[in-house]
């Protein structure tokens, strides 16, 4: 049962449903996605209904954000230590595996939610999370509780001017809406033309160049690079899930054809981890966050702008508004990208393309290999281990109170010693224990993390892919003038295009990864000196007491 | 099936058979005890025969002597790191712990073979062992494999004068029989009152003096502590296993009653790790060699003597057959002991050896649970745990493989950095894996010849509690006027002896115990120390590979 926040009319032959606000509904399923959930009405009619619209109780935080400016990478370097993961409940690579044949459009088709299934799914990290955290049971959270506030203060809906707001809110959830349908079934058909074979590019958007750096094409990088710290309940300003969850739509809407968006930090987890639970989810909040403030691209969009520079209800909902309004999103991002190189042809186009897919299929086995053995060794390390060393030290220290109990004298050096060194293993089993969250944290944090955005790869690839296969059929569609022969022309200039936003986001991943992986593995190792000079220094002690009379 | 080296002549009512040499026979049960197999001939006869008289193949090793005499301790010290054990199959604490009011009487009675049963165990270690020299099946060996040269150039039997050979053997063994039959069911009517009761002792008998020391009884030391290096394959002084086995039937003789004499390292068991096996063998055959030179009353007794100095055959056998016709055995031994101290009365006798009796119980219990510990932790460190570290290793050095793929520039000091951590992580799963060896093995082998040690003390404390409840019915016997006045008297004397005995025999072990604790403790730690030392070392030459850009 959940409670309608506001009216809402449907559009009809959209499977929608009209609801008022105060109405009660039953939901039906709530893993639709696109902003989306099915309910039913007293009167037995079902349909959809946009998520925001009705009240569903979740567990509530409190975020608000520093949005820090300064020279690249210094600060940021601070930052990805607190090493951040989004991440992808299903696995989109799968369908390539069983069908290495079935190119973009089966990959589409067997994966129609693409990697929006991710957030819905209850344990967002599968089989590779960390153990303490995930065995509570999914329950209703109270993430939402004060959207409460939101709706008495008026939230950020219906103070709008303009059309009535939930009209506003339908037209914004229709337009999402409307790229979801473009990318999912039907995109395969439509979807890479709406660009390739686009008449005339809106004016006045914002242009992406693509320069030509020593690695190849990259993306404009500004002079300083944007920092970003979330902060957790305090009341700078406040940005609650909703408003990331609503960020996140954006960003994919706008940049999910050619940079990968991962998925936000799950919300719904909750249980008997808790307090672990949220603090990894902070971490990870501000994982992708800070990523996002790495990307070029992303950090210096108006909609990102929007959202670390909030300073009023007011400037925010106009902002807003004017963001779910912009056109120049899917595929079309592709048409604000100006590479300075001259145009590469298709078989280059193709190679390149090819390469990446190959790679980052390549890098999600190895990072998902590393997850699976961290998985195991954290469980090793949490579990059997430091019971085995607890044993060890008690059987010295029960050996110890015997050898006390033999009545002969000069003992006592002995079993001091002894009960000494059956302490230092109950020590080092604690330390064991203790160790994962020091070290193998990060570095499962960090693989989790590219995990998540690999698994948004077989998305963008693939509409690179499609794009490819609609240019080989340019001949054919001029020869049954589905299309000018210009039009052929224009399509390679513009998979040409294409093929270097992919390679100036290939070159900021490979950049990015080269960063990561090397602080992450100097941290783990750095740790993992320490725990085992922190060991033998122990033991020494331990030695020193016994004597070899 | 087995062939028959010697005639022997069955004693009337003793369950014995008469073979010839040359005849086959059939064993029926070759886990009898005491020297004596069960077979049965080719009429269908059943009976006990000397083991010694009968041909089982078993496997061959060449041991030879050295015996070495110098200042006590610092050469033996250099000897018991190569930590050995005796040990003992069966629990002979069991009896005690599922009827502790049943005193020592049913302590022999539910456990007729005492110390010796261990001997025939396929796995003497029990659960207790390293799984990988435990692994192969027990399959006849051939121990014996030059016992046939023996005979061909006469054995150590046929040539001796006096009675035939045949008879000469078998009134040995019909020696070692009255003992046995002495010791177990029967012990507990006839045995102690040999001594306690025993008119006149024999005369001219080397005599044990017992001084007070500083920590209460004490055996007399010798000036210079006895050592012995076993050799293996060599081809000085040849004492094969089987005379092993002769001294230690001796020695379990003449000293039982007072001196737990720990059981040889079992022969038997060969198969997988045979080469690993017989190491340990040795090891343990030293540690044997090294625990009886190391006692003051063994080491300095004619029959350890004369098994030291071996010279040739003559000296040999006659020393031998001059062992075997001793007659101051079992009980018997407390005849030869003289404490300086003044008798004590019954009730600190009784206290004096039940706290004997509590502290060697816990001890076991304690040795016990670190060899069960120590097991857990060699299957662990051999088995999951390296395979882990070895997973961990590959896991970096796939996703190294990839990341070479990436055709970005700047790669490689990532790659190479990462491939050298996946190595040190090989590395360290090796060294996981070998490390038991290094200083488990000696931490597990102490405490197994310490649980075989232990294991001999409820038959020695057994023969003293009987000697205390036989003092108790002195005066029923005087009152049934089964003993005189007088011999009560003499009884409670000798039950003060038997305490002496018994509490230099404890001090004796109490001091050897923390020499030989101190020892493998440092030791262990030691290699333990060096183990993670030389693991942080290697991550840190990892660490030093990568580089914060």
Redesign the interface.
Known sequence: MAQVLYDFTAEPGNNELTVKEGETVTITNQNIGGGWIEAQNSRGEVGLVPEDYIEVRECGDDFSISSLSHPA?TTT?GSSTRASVASNGNDPWSVWNTDPSGGSNNNWASNPEGTQTGKNAPDPWGSHGHPQAYQGPAEDDEWDDDWDDMKSTGGYVESESGDSGAMQRGGAHATSMKISLNKFPGFSKSGPELYLLCKQFAKGKDKLPIYTG??GPVWSYPESQLDCIVHFHTNTVNHRYKHFDWLYERLLDKFGSAIPIPSLPDKQVTGRFEEEFIKMRMERLQGWMTRMCRHPVVSSSEVFQLFLTYKDEKDWKMGKRKAEKDETVGVMIFSTIEPEAPDLDLIEVEQKCD?FS??TK??D???K??LT??H??WK?CTG??PK?YQ??G???Q??S???T???????S??TD??TA?GKTYEDIAQMVAEQPKKDLHFLMETNNEYKGLLGCFPDTIGVHKAAIDKVKEADKLVATSKIAPQDKVTMGKRASTMSYALQAE??HF??N???D???V??LY??E??KF??T??AK??Q??SQ????
């Open positions: 990478l370097a020593e690695v390469q190959r790679f390549a890098m086995d190895g990072v290999e590393i053995v961290g195991e060794h090793r059997p281990l085995e044993r060890i008690k059987a010295f029960n050996l109170t015997v050898f109990s033999s009545g002969y004298q000069g003992e050096t002995l010693a002894l060194a290939m070159n490979h950049s990864r080269i960063y992986y090397n602080r593995m100097q190792l750095e993992q000196v085992y000079e060991i033998a033991l020494r331990a030695h016994f004597t070899t009379m």
